[in-house]
């Protein structure tokens, strides 16, 4: 017997009558309104190409960690759920991978993958009866066809998601050939970048040496001195930008940030290249880079985005199999206050420069991340991240920073994903769980519902674009290209 | 003028009517289901011997430190509520510390030891108004009137409670005789025993050195020498299992784990046993000694349940006067993404291997503990624990960890109490508790209603079940006795 | 247009219908009683002068730093707000800096801020449209003419905000004149002092040289010698208590305690009185001061109030130029159950001892300060403070310390205000949420709404003045003048 398969139109709304009312006039006012998504890690050579996605394993449930790290810590192996490793493409069968999906699906019951995918599944797909073992076949065959045809290639996917603008992220030793080449190609879906320097900032990431080879290469600078390397950020970045970048993003273990002396910064890069830093260096290190991306920031007005906090690759053996972004980053406890000194001292009243600061430790919230975003200039607060991009990681975000920080030091949504077919889940969501957030202030009257209405609408469009400068850097493109 | 005493229907759910509608209903699905109480403190005597309990105070007072921690808050002493010292049973007046208990009953008002009093008194002892210091003697009398009685003795209560299975907690150097006179008594009630080496484990523990003793002693071994003492737990865990143990315990200070070398360990130990180790040393066998249990897990099959965070004793007068565990135990913030690494380094992908962790620290909810147990097979949260153990504390768990962790990820309610006559109320509240929130679920349309209604079943009988691995034990014994 | 501005009957009770109609029942308990204000930061000189507030900027504006961080924040600077810097008063043009308030007023929406200007502007000066940048001139006027009246002069605001007793704080250093004055005035009203001895405790206050000499020359006393110094705060806490105080007050970075011999203190205050103490130092004569204080508190009957984990002073910058508490200073995680424990070895089982505990860290009220709180017969807890003064704080505050404290281990409200226009409102505020939490668990039928009404009385009016000792003052008041 199957079940039928519900998107409820109320669905996230609080269920006291009367603020559900409320909730669903202000869900009415953003409901329709673009996708602003600058911050995410969808692949730019799928608009670029504009290729039919594989099938929906290789499009829904390998790429997905947030799925696979579930279904494995029940005992369920990554090979069988066509999670390519170390070695490569997995040998698992697509559709086995699936039916073994869908086994587990009661899994994932009040998880905000299971909100994201049943929107995926009924308002992209079309289904209509819930997945389930005996349902595994059905959908992987409706999934597979509608995947060939010309109305799911990524580019007719962006446009029907309305998305107004897309940022996928990139590394500095990224050539950029696939924005390049949508830019080149005269679409009008505008994907941009953001730059991501972590393997060329991090001594302690597997890719370093790497990395600051095509750096070198890239920028055309000898990286191996601190001026030249530091040269070599600023022509990146420059690059970056004309390819639409609006931001900087960084990945740190802490948010740790330092502000040495340019004489202590060349002696600590000239330890870090010669590779023999010992881990107190490249946490310096890391924190010295902080600052120095800050001030670049200052002088060429990309907005900076610090993600500190998560502890990656925490499950050695499989990371040793598998690699790296495998469902076992685990956050940890996360200190912003003599963190972040440093470069507020230096930087932190800079009318001119933008910091986004994130948070996988809740408890910073209300204690630091609020009092912090609710005096210093530079500061506003990202969404709730990752494990907290939820129903209800959501409201304790809202509920823990807004009496502090209020609304207009934050910075509405960021979908931060790489499963492109959940970014209007993702963002309809976020909606929804802000309409009943205000609609519980307006039901309690510590707020107006006009007041409400205004927020509402800045929350789900107006503060990204204006956080993420992207208001600023369409007038830019518009004054360049008179 | 007395008060009637109720305990409503509908208590702990929800007060929104359609929520609530919902709670009701899944609330009627496991309402009458077994008792699985795979984690407490009761003493195996009671059903042993199956004698009369003595009288109110000694039976609800003065064993519980919820009640008299409350009472010694505000200024009465232990002395004069029953509770025994290290000097021996108190010469307080049973009916005067009932007195006294019944003066001060205002004080537990919106807390859990007022829920699980109520049911108690309404439910066990059929009383109908409420405590006052009018009430006191009525209390008194009622309550000792209906111990005399034969429907009263232990095991007349464990069967009409309903319980199918209860664990107790006995140190390796416990004799088990009584867990040994119950089997042989015929009786059908399954009372099992859970190994709990703290005593043998932790050399700062006050009976370390006499524990080792008996440990010897009850197996056999020289347990001066490291291979001994391994030996010497491997030989007491399965006269554990035989007894019906399905679990382990262990009561930790942090979550710290080490995997040392064979000969490192060894060098340790012989430390430890000169009884000249220093804190930092104590800390690290403690860590080491994890692992050795999970090792020893993992060949056993016995469930391994880590209990850290708790500053025991920290009120020294007191603890000089009365000894342990006099209310006096103070939580503490504890780490469990670094501490944890060593062990599950080494075992942390064993499909084979269940690890069930508890925290007293609920920032680590959703920022370390739900997103460990929603990768690493061998883990799973324990529900909301000692102080936690309450309405609100259950909501937040539930809050915190389902989004990242699922349900399936934890393991049904623990009563993890020494109050016998609580047992029903206890596992009432958990079972009110999580139909109140599968009830917002469904009523925000992020769960179907038939989801929810498979859920609270596994939730209150087929989880705890199957992660004590009480079916599998089952089976075994089914196995052996045909 | 402007919009009406409204004080719904109803702010702040829960949404759900029949939850709010028991709030509402449990507020008009409480609605019309006293104000009980045990700490705050007005100035006595405010009631000893009795002359008129200048204007709606410097009254309002220039010294609620919970409103100007909020628009510094979003890059007002705070000379164009009227505050005033180290190099004296602001020039700013009190009406354009109010201008400039009322433009940025959208800022508020969902902080408390808003909540409490909206009741002063109501409730205070009867303003009945919203404020916007159309209706900033008509507030000002209106403002600034209501208090050149009798009516808005300082006692007659104290007298018509129903004011039963407010204390302020004063150092050592200060030599209580105003208090002084208004005893000698004849004026009813009670306005106490509270001990707050910093800038003479802690060595890296940067009063501390100067406010010894005041503190030498106030007490008569050597406070070069550890013997003389102790002596001096015994002679101005016994001047305090003269002066009304029932309490003293202690904010400090962290909550550390120590309990150093007689000569390990006096040495140590040998280097604090060098001027070389290191940071580590300073930190340990803080600790051991608190020890002190505790038993001298111990002796004359002063509550003591402990203030723990903000880091003063965060923004370098501002505060070379702004000087102290300009809304930059933001809270620490802050631990409890180490760092106490010298002092409670030392005096935590004494029965005429009273510790209030605060914090700005909330993951320490179930983790730590409810378990201590709910144990030591010294300790209370404080409300939620400073950030978290806020609907949502004090929900949180409730919901995370009643389970293991109760309601009778607290101590009610404090505004802790320097805003003296907002205090009806902050306790109306604090009001209405309680009823809310009850209202809550009385529908949940965790609580009889008899039991509830009884504790708002008791959170309202009969805690306060319990826990600060005013009863007890003023009968010793009532004795003396007998």
């Known amino acids: 017997m199957t079940r039928p398969l519900i998107l409820h139109e109320d669905r996230l709304f609080p269920a006291d009558t009367a603020t559900r009312a409320i909730a669903r006039r202000l869900y009415a006012e953003v409901k329709g309104l673009p996708i602003i998504s600058p911050h995410g890690h969808t692949d730019p050579a799928w608009f670029a190409d504009n290729a039919p996605f594989s099938n929906a394993t290789e499009l829904l449930l390998a790429p997905d960690h947030y799925l696979y790290r579930m279904l494995y810590s029940q005992g369920v192996p990554l090979e069988s759920l066509g999670v390519p490793s170390r070695a490569g493409r997995s040998s698992a069968d697509p ?70 603008v897309l940022a996928t992220t990139e590394s500095p030793s990224d050539s950029l050939k696939h924005h390049m080449a949508i830019r080149e190609s005269g ?56 390819a639409g970048a609006t931001s900087t993003d960084h990945g740190h273990p802490t948010a740790r940030t330092a502000d040495l002396t340019d004489a202590e910064a060349e002696a600590l890069f000239q330890v870090i290249v010669s590779g023999n830093a010992t881990p107190e260096q490249a946490e310096l290190f890391r924190a010295q880079m902080l600052t120095e991306m800050a001030k670049m920031s200052l002088d060429d007005g990309l907005v900076m985005q610090i993600h500190p906090g998560s502890f990656r690759n925490h499950n050695a053996a499989l990371h040793a ?61 990202g969404p709730a991240w990752w494990f907290h991009d939820s129903p209800e990681g959501m409201r304790r975000f809202r509920e823990q920073t807004t009496e502090t920080a209020g609304f207009y030091n934050t910075v509405g949504f960021n979908d931060d994903t790489r499963a492109f077919l959940s970014i209007p ?58």
Chains 1, 2, 3 share one sequence.
């Open 95 to 164: 559709r086995e991978a699936f039916r073994t999906f869908a086994a587990h699906w009661k899994l994932f019951r009040g998880t905000p993958s299971s909100l994201w995918l049943t929107h995926v599944f009924v308002e992209v797909f079309g289904l209509g009866v819930a997945l389930s073992p005996e349902t595994a076949d059905l959908y992987f065959d409706t999934i597979n066809e509608k995947l060939a045809t010309a109305a799911f290639r990524p580019r007719a996917l962006f446009e029907r998601f309305n998305i107004e």
């Open 321 to 381: 199999r598998f690699g790296r972004d495998k469902g076992a980053d685990i956050p940890t406890s996360t200190e912003y206050v003599r963190a972040l000194k440093p470069l507020l001292d230096r930087l932190g009243n800079e009318r001119e420069l933008r910091i986004i600061l994130f948070t996988l430790d809740e408890s910073a919230y209300a204690r630091e991340l609020a009092p912090l975003a609710g005096h210093y200039p530079v500061l506003k607060l």
């Open 187 to 242: 679409w009008a879906g505008q994907v941009i970048t953001a730059y991501r320097p972590d393997p060329v900032v991090d001594p302690e990431h597997e890719e370093f040496a790497p990395s600051l080879e095509l750096f070198a290469l890239l920028s055309g600078k000898d990286v191996t001195t601190w001026r030249g390397y530091l040269e070599a950020h600023r022509i990146r970045r420059a690059a970056f930008k004309e």
């Open 425 to 482: 889940a993702r963002h309809d969501v976020a909606r929804r769980v802000d309409a009943g957030f205000l609609a519980r202030l307006v039901a309690e009257h510590r707020l107006g519902e006009d007041e409400a209405r205004e927020l509402i609408v800045d929350l789900a469009y107006n503060l990204p674009r204006q956080a993420y400068r992207l208001d600023r850097s369409q007038s830019e493109k518009i004054a360049r290209s008179a």
